[in-house]
């Protein structure tokens, strides 16, 4: 993802404090075995970490560069918010590279179990009793649109023909698979293949449970919203009450007047990263 100089690089001076930090990030291994990313969790992380410090170190120079260059104010209090300021932003940028390989999974995810949905509802249309399993896979591969079920049941069927066990190539499936739905889907074949269910009532039960979902993160955005709008409007009255107070209150002493900029500063900044860890 990175190229094999940046990765070096990044390597040669974050290599050890990620392979500290690897066993923190169990989940993010695993993500990116389900992605495009050519890259093991020690370097993903090094590079992530070596890119973050760079962009906060070339915006602090950037900063301190504007404070000298047009002969505002330099103090302590003010070269500490820089480095605030710079730190956050670094801070920022390793958590969207951390979040990165998430984003690529839930992409994929939508669009396998928007595939799913549409391939089970045209599979509950045909209500051929005679339908197996194998059956259900080859359609799969049949039904237009589908790109990663189709692959998804090629592979299966081409396992199956390896081990003769459709079964625990289900089995082999669902315990590797990113999607609740496919795993909820393909446990319901398993249950036809072990005659705890017909192939109708799997569907039916499958059609059932992608609605039960659709309604429970309906749900879950709404309270989402709901507090992103409540975070908003206390963020917004604080800096206009910290801002209407600076420029209106003269009375106040430099050093105050530093610290109020700099909480002014740094409200927008939490609110950024309360609004990105709230809409994930």
């Known amino acids: ?14 290599a050890n404090i990620a392979k500290i930090l ?13 992605t495009d990313i050519n890259e093991d969790i020690n370097t993903y992380l090094s590079n992530s970490l070596f890119l973050a410090f760079l962009v906060g170190f070339i915006l602090e120079l950037l900063m301190v560069y504007v404070l000298l260059k047009l002969n505002i104010y330099f103090s302590i209090i003010s070269f500490l ?18 979040k990165f390989p998430y984003y690529i999974v839930k992409s ?6 928007t595939e799913l949905e549409i391939s089970v509802k045209h599979l509950s249309v045909l ?14 591969q ?10 998804e049941s090629k592979k299966i069927l081409k396992l199956t023909d390896l081990n003769q066990n459709l079964k625990s190539t289900l089995k082999y499936i669902c315990s590797n698979t990113y999607s609740e739905q496919e795993y909820t889907f ?33 749900e879950q955005k709404k309270t989402k919203i709901n507090l992103l709008f409540q975070i908003n409007v206390f963020l917004f009255v604080v800096i206009f009450l910290l801002v209407f107070s600076i420029f209106l209150m003269p009375v106040y002493e430099e050093s105050i007047k530093d610290l109020l900029f700099a909480i002014a500063i740094v409200f927008p900044i939490v609110e950024i990263l309360l609004v990105f860890v709230l809409s994930k």
Do not use: H
């Open 1 to 14: 993802m990175f190229g094999k100089v940046f990765s070096k690089i990044a390597g040669f001076f974050f």
């Open 22 to 34: 690897s066993p923190q990030f169990k989940g993010l291994s695993k993500t990116i075995e389900f």
């Open 81 to 98: 918010v820089t480095i605030f300021i710079a730190a956050t932003f670094a801070i920022l940028i390793f958590i969207v590279l951390y």
């Open 108 to 113: 994929k995810k939508k669009d396998i179990e």
């Open 127 to 140: 209500q051929d009793k005679n339908l197996t399993v194998k059956d259900v896979l080859l359609l799969l």
């Open 142 to 151: 049949s039904i237009e649109g589908n790109k990663i079920l189709s692959e």
């Open 186 to 218: 393909f446990s319901k074949l398993i249950d036809v293949i072990d005659k705890r269910a017909t192939l109708s009532e799997a569907i039916s039960e499958y059609l059932v449970s992608v609605e039960q979902t659709k309604k429970e993160k309906a």
